[in-house]
């Protein structure tokens, strides 16, 4: 090893040491980033290759003149790239446009290490980064990358902005390499690291009394360790077993088939049979809030995307009993769908009813009627569209269907869901890609 190789690994150690000092709750998370030396590099770099395996990779000259120039610098790019690898940023890139999540994950990443207010890790520029970050945090709301994307998205900035922006907050180079082969590097997967992100959580949840900046990170981690899921492997849960009338040719004996044929003319020995057993959903509930503060375009989106995913998939029976039913703070409307035309029709001429307050018992109650009354034989779930700000029942309904409250992404700090129900999140940019899809 050379001597400038020594040195800048001192650098690093001291950097690490003085992290753990001041910021205990961040040791696992920091010993699972592998520091890589490479000549060439062109200042600091970070990385995570596949599976999950993190590294920052550097060149030993220009850590040490970084260091001369603000000692305080290699600290900082270390508490930076911690929280690239905390709140998943890495992660991210397939669904992003590069430039733009570049730039919004340096961002929310120096929010998150200024919002610790650790005196005594200043660098030049902090204090330009603080103004920009609070014009940002007006017009972005929570400072986390997903939704300073989202606004960079929306109001797309000029190439000059986006530079300043990336200069202002960058602290390292993003690379993406496939794995490589190397028995000295660390190894941890992806699912490690949200693992590491939920324990670093827990721990500020259980002391962020003590702690400042701590509702930053603690945003941020929601962010990572939120669980998403796959909007149509969750569509399926409501499906039922039954019988639909089509040629079976799982259970069809070509064998005997073709001998009659060949030994009677045109007589076969077996016919196919015509109705098949098969998994579809026959009866379920979709829910839409109406109230002022859910916007009408995207609920009309979810409703297309819902029923894009259940007809491509060939979902329906040929008779449903499918009720979208909307609400603000009562019942609106109950559109009934009983086959595939009747949703047709409903996408193309069904009109959004409401926009008052929000009350999500109406809804409840009504279908406790329905079921009552006979309206459903076998029910078996409830999807409900929501911001998630308004009543719920206390209890979870008598009946054994199962409910789910559907948010987007762009609300993490919003009224936790029922404990009866399940929670789950549809990317914004899920419907705002899919509606993008629809004008195409």
Known sequence: MTQESEIAARIWSLSRDRILVNLRFLDAALFAIALEERAGTDGIASDIRAPGEAVIRYDAMAVIQRYKRAPNSIIRAHLHILMHCIFSHFHRYERMERDLWDVAADMAAENAVLSLGISGLETPGDFRRMEKLEEWRKKAGLLTAERIYKSLKRDRPDLTELLELGSLFRSDIHESRAQ??????????????KRLSERIRTELNSFSAKRGGDETLLQNLEEATRETY???????????SGEDMRINDDEFDYVYYT????????????EPLEYKDVNKIREFVVAIDTSGSCRGKLAQTFLNKTYAILKSSESFFRKVNIHIIQCDSQVRRDTKITNDDEFEAFMREGQLE???????????????QAIESGEFENLKGLIYFTDGYGVVPEHKPPYPYDTAFVYLDDNPGGPPTPPWAVKLVLPAEELEDFEEDLRQ
């Open 230 to 240: 796959d909007y149509g492997d969750f569509l399926r849960r409501f499906c039922v």
């Open 259 to 270: 001998y009659g044929l060949s030994l009677y003319g045109n007589l076969p020995l077996v």
């Open 180 to 193: 490589e082969e190397d028995a000295d590097t660390l190894q941890i997967t992806q699912e490690q690291w």
């Open 354 to 368: 409401g926009f008052g307050a929000t009350d999500f018992r109406p809804v409840f109650e009504y279908v406790d």
